[in-house]
């Protein structure tokens, strides 16, 4: 039979080895728990674009509101929705009846004018050959040259009169003040407009629908960073997937004030050459303000992460927002399975990542982002009974 001293031999040595492996598996479960704690990214380099969202409604540039100046009844329509009308052509035509009568009746009081004025000249001539030849006195010829001058005056009166006739007449037929497309219509053949107070719109023209403007509103907070001619990228609702492209036209300096919030609007010029866009559209527009490229950058998830340990500490809360408000800000590095703190000078930022300056990390540095769970302790244990 072996000796009991060769038997404990073999048993310290299985004991060693068990104890060189439960090392070895708690090492890696160890490693493994930092790495699943954590989330991360990789520290890389791209394209930042800082932009301004807006909404905003596309218009045309040049948008006519054609009305009429005489009350009547439409009698012929000669355009509609979507039509092309040229600068000069006839729109609308009233019944002129009306016109014509009155313009009738003025010319008819111009003839008798001028019947009055032959009368009262000839007075006037006797009257004054009288006076010479000493029949009547100076008072009657001063009368009669009175009654020339009020013929005279009457008849001029008469002759602005049939010019304001022809006038209304001319304003029976509504022309196109310019060339360009009808975007509305308000009236039918049939209806009476009333010109009194306030001047009926009959139509809508759009200048050219190839030149558009969208007229948007920025915050006060965000006007700062604008200025003319900065590129503008923008999608509307009708082509969601298609991009399209304008320049900022106009910052306009009258501010409109709403719940205490103050905006300025902002217009945005835009080539329509195929006139896909339309009157109307509401437009989803981002202003670049600024685009760096091939730069250092950090996801905005690792410049919002604090350990837990530090969610309760508001000074440093509130210090951490003051250096981040300065171009400054701190992530965490991932470094032998533990974060670490890294101050670093931040640049612009597009919403999702943020350029960094200078070279307190590099690229392929792992940031954390989130922190997933407490570190999961060990269920068991390696236990040996020494037989």
């Not at 070895?24 to 990789?42: G, I, L, M, P």
């Not at 002759?159 to 196109?176: F, K």
């Not at 590129?231 to 009708?238: G, L, M, P």
């Amino acid at each position: 039979m072996p000796s009991i001293r060769s038997i404990r031999i073999p048993l310290v040595i299985l004991a060693l080895i068990a104890a060189a492996g439960g090392a070895y598996y708690w090492q890696n479960q160890n490693a493994n728990s930092s790495q699943e704690k954590y989330k991360t990214q990789v520290v890389d380099r791209g394209d930042i674009v800082q932009s301004i969202s807006a909404n905003g409604t596309l218009s045309p540039v040049v948008l006519v509101n054609v009305g009429t100046q005489v009350s009547g009844t439409v009698k012929k329509l000669n355009a509609d929705f979507n039509s092309r009308v040229n600068e000069g052509q006839i729109l609308v035509e009233l019944d002129p009846a009306l016109f014509d009568a009155q313009l009738r009746q003025d010319q008819a009081n111009i003839a008798n004018a001028e019947a009055n004025l032959v009368l009262m000249r000839a007075k006037e001539e006797r009257a004054r050959l009288l006076q010479q030849k000493g029949f009547i006195s100076q008072d009657a010829v001063d009368q009669a040259r009175q009654q020339l001058d009020s013929a005279l005056a009457q008849l001029k009166l008469a002759q602005a009169q049939l010019t304001r006739s022809r006038t209304n007449l001319n304003y029976s037929v509504i022309r196109s003040p310019i060339s360009g497309v009808v975007v509305a219509r308000t009236i039918d053949v049939g209806q009476t407009v009333a010109a009194s107070f306030q001047t009926p719109t009959l139509f809508q023209i759009a200048g050219d629908l190839k030149q558009m403007q969208i007229e948007t509103s920025v915050a006060e907070a965000d006007i700062g960073n604008l200025n003319i001619g900065l590129e503008v990228r923008f999608t509307v609702d009708a082509f969601a997937d298609r991009q399209f492209a304008g320049k900022v036209k106009q910052i306009r300096l009258n501010p409109t004030v709403q719940q205490n919030v103050v905006t300025y609007n902002v217009v945005v010029a835009v080539d329509n050459p195929d006139e896909v866009l339309l009157p109307g559209m509401t437009a989803h527009v981002q202003i670049i303000v600024s685009r760096h490229e091939n730069v250092l950058r950090v996801s905005n998830a690792a410049l919002r992460f604090k350990p837990l340990k530090e969610e309760g500490d508001e000074a440093a809360g509130k210090n951490n927002k003051k250096a981040k408000g300065r171009g400054g800000a701190t992530v965490y590095r991932l470094d032998q399975g533990k974060p670490k703190p890294v101050k670093i000078k931040a640049g612009i930022s597009d919403g999702s990542y943020t350029e960094v300056l200078g070279n307190e990390i590099i690229a392929g540095d792992l940031l954390v982002t989130r922190e997933l769970g407490a570190r999961k302790e060990k269920e068991g244990s390696f236990r040996f009974r020494m037989m």
